[in-house]
């Protein structure tokens, strides 16, 4: 590739295991993190990579990535830029269709290539922590291990929804949008979006449930 002055640009291809998509304001996919030998990287995602990816792929799913390195010679940054990203089996996993291709056997026993996860997204940012937001995750993760749906659902955290006064926030895997949750309110919502007959929420607690559907 070309070279100027200041910047050098060359081709690079990338192997690792996938760690965790980087989201900006709550919902925009921005990139990445590979693990490799070399370490964890960030790498950004060409504009067509960011509208093609499922967000279920399980972390821990064997990766290659192809794309271009920038070398800033003034500063010493180096970005990496996705064009191609790939199983590292040859099993594609851009999602070209309605669902991506069974991803390829995994070592991770907790990882199992043949579910992809459901997402609840809860905003990490100090405002809504302050308003119980750590709590709420807690309450999150024990609502999961007591139905059963660790290797079904994953919590991921993100930035700043917008919604800061209206703290702690999140979103369930259909998109809708909950505010001002509380710790004691979890089990009563997991059930309303799982439909979990096992264990029967106080009706009380669904009435509490303060759900906003406001825009971003």
């Avoid at 965790?20 to 370490?39: A, Q, S």
């Avoid at 269709?97 to 459901?118: C, G, H, L, R």
């Avoid at 749906?149 to 259909?174: R, S």
């Avoid at 809708?176 to 004691?184: L, M, P, V």
Wanted: positive net charge.
């Amino acid at each position: 590739m070309g070279a100027s002055s200041s910047m050098e640009i060359s081709e690079f291809s990338l192997e690792g295991r996938f760690i965790d998509f980087v989201i900006k304001d709550g919902y925009k996919l921005k990139g990445l993190m590979l693990g490799t030998h070399e370490g964890e990287s960030y790498i950004k995602l060409a504009k067509h990579l960011r509208a093609a990816f499922d967000l279920r792929l399980p972390p821990g799913t064997w990766l290659q990535v192809v794309g271009y390195k920038k070398h800033d010679l003034k500063d010493g940054t180096v970005t990496l830029k996705a064009e191609r990203v790939m199983a590292a089996r040859s099993e594609i996993v851009i999602q070209t269709a309605t669902s991506v291709q069974e991803p390829p056997s995994i070592d991770n026993a907790k990882v199992k290539p043949a579910k992809t996860k459901a997402t609840i997204l809860v905003c990490q940012k100090s405002d809504c922590m302050k308003r119980g937001g750590k709590a709420v995750c807690q309450a999150l993760e024990a609502a999961l291990s007591d139905r059963g749906l660790e290797d079904q659902v994953t919590i991921k955290g993100t930035g700043c929804m917008k919604n800061c006064k209206a703290g702690p926030n999140l979103v369930m895997p259909d998109k809708t949008r909950h505010s001002r949750i509380q710790a004691t309110q979890v089990p009563a919502l997991m059930d309303k979006h799982f439909g979990d007959k096992s264990s029967e929420a106080q009706p009380e607690n669904l009435t509490q449930v303060a759900i906003y559907n406001g825009k971003l």
